[in-house]
């Protein structure tokens, strides 16, 4: 009914919650891929699809997804997700384990932040900003998919085709440029062996980033 509505991106439909909303948010993003098109957006509070080891010992976070559509759970690891919580939320723990899990089954465009002294309330407005910028990075990669299509029509001699990926291309990079009026700087790669970590300790990351003690800010397939 909104796309009656409004003019609505279709590649760019993503679904947020906060606390128990954002654990919600989580299941829906994975379960209904083919509708929320571009993600996931948690904050203070999110789920994984599979148990995890919980911080108290001989308890689990339950999964809420032990059987899996394949082809919906790859259509899923292509969007963006972003992870929001706070220093001292007791869904921390929680958050970091479902961050390293997304990574770890696959998923490379995710997005962790910390807030310092942060509880359990909404992250405040520059935290949440960085993470929109972390999304408008899916209308670079959607340009830049547009470029390799095309450049593969015209090396078919499919001339039209290739005329229709460019103007997809221009479309996406006319939207990037829209949305820089509010991106933000931020690392686009793991942590090299040794690297400062931008997150909120500003510790040092291990090679191995599922065994860093503090998550790096996004893992991301570039």
């Not at 696959?106 to 520059?126: I, K, Q, S, V």
Request: charge should be positive; glycine fraction near 10%; charged fraction near 30%.
């Amino acid at each position: 009914n909104l796309k009656k509505l409004y003019n609505i991106d279709p590649k760019q439909i993503f679904i947020a919650g906060n606390s128990g909303g954002g654990r919600c948010a989580s299941m829906v993003s994975i379960t209904y891929p083919d509708v929320f098109t571009g993600g996931g957006f948690y904050v203070i509070g999110c789920d994984f699809w599979d148990n995890l080891p919980a911080e108290k010992p001989g308890h689990r976070y339950p999964g809420f997804l032990p059987k899996r559509d394949k082809k919906l759970f790859d259509v899923a690891k292509k969007h963006y997700y972003v992870f929001l919580t706070g220093s001292k939320d007791f869904n921390r723990d929680g958050t970091i384990k479902a961050y390293y899990g997304y990574g770890k089954d696959g998923f490379r465009n995710c997005f962790y932040n910390e807030t310092e002294d942060l509880g359990h309330a909404t992250p405040p407005a520059a935290d949440i900003e960085k993470a929109f910028a972390f999304l408008d990075r899916s209308l670079h990669a959607d340009a830049f998919a547009a470029c390799e299509q095309a450049a593969k029509a015209v090396k078919a001699k499919r001339y039209a085709d290739a005329a229709k990926k460019l103007g997809r291309r221009a479309q996406a990079e006319a939207k990037e440029t829209e949305a820089s009026g509010h991106r933000l700087e931020v690392r686009t790669r793991p942590r090299r062996e040794g690297e400062k970590s931008p997150c909120r300790t500003g510790g040092v990351v291990s090679g191995n980033w599922q065994s860093a003690a503090n998550p790096p800010r996004i893992w991301s397939k570039d």
